[in-house]
């Protein structure tokens, strides 16, 4: 079933220069983008997308990374792509990381792992709404 989803180049990816080595992976294995922008979030920003952490100890230091610099966020579309795009990141931590994922050839630490993708269809539709809002389901 053909899928749209959001991918996030963090702020440690995008400062190493590392967008097109991560956009050749999503095109090797047969993910578009659909749609691709670089942005500066704003803590309020990174706050509300990442609401749903709220409550979780690391909520602070995420919001405050993800504003830190600028990101690259992309619609993926693709066979499954919620899954594939999952897949290709890798375990969020980049030790636990498959070798030739994401996360195991670029990830600097858990907190610094280079890439966001979302976990269910559902929140690809709302991620994917609250940075592109012509392209939500």
Known sequence: M?????????PDAVERNLIGQIIN???????VIRAIKRVKLNKKDAENFYS???DRPFFNDLCQYMSSSDVVVMVLEGENAVLKNRELMGATNPKDAAKGTIRNLFALSLDKNSVHGSDSKENANIEIKFFFKDLAN
């Open 2 to 10: 053909i899928e749209r989803t959001l991918s996030i180049i963090k």
């Open 25 to 31: 992976i999503f095109e090797k294995n047969n993910i």
């Open 52 to 54: 749903v952490h709220k």
